[in-house]
Nanobody, 120 residues
């Protein structure tokens, strides 16, 4: 069984920073791409950033230059450093990872979500 646990959300003022973490645990043989998504109050979902197993990164246009995704493979953890936060970044943030627990078998796993609220 694989589990993803997010942490680091909270309430901040516009212009401040937060760092989200998402740690994978359980039977893990290998981890592929790791991503952060967010769901806005109106229920719209957005892919925020992705980092591949080879450490290539992609970002939504809305966060480019402000957010940085990174990973620590020794800790099975992905991070999202969020700087210059705006009220429009208010959302529930979820991590997703593609994980192999046995050879030739890969599945997507999701965290439970962490709330980020940015006040003006």
């Amino acid at each position: 069984q694989v589990r993803l646990v997010e942490s680091g959300g909270g309430l901040v003022q516009a212009g401040e920073s937060l760092r989200l973490s998402c740690a994978a645990s359980g039977t893990i043989r290998s981890i592929g791409a790791m991503s952060w998504y967010r769901r806005f109050p109106g229920n719209q979902r957005e892919l925020v950033a992705t980092i591949t197993g080879g450490a290539s990164t992609n970002y939504a246009d809305s966060v480019k230059g402000r957010f940085t995704i990174s990973r620590d493979n020794t800790k099975n953890t992905v991070y999202l450093q969020m700087n210059s936060l705006k009220p429009g970044d208010t959302a529930v943030y979820y991590c997703k990872s593609v994980i192999s627990s046995r050879p030739g078998s890969w599945f997507e796993y999701w965290g439970q979500g962490t709330q980020v609220t940015v006040s003006s």
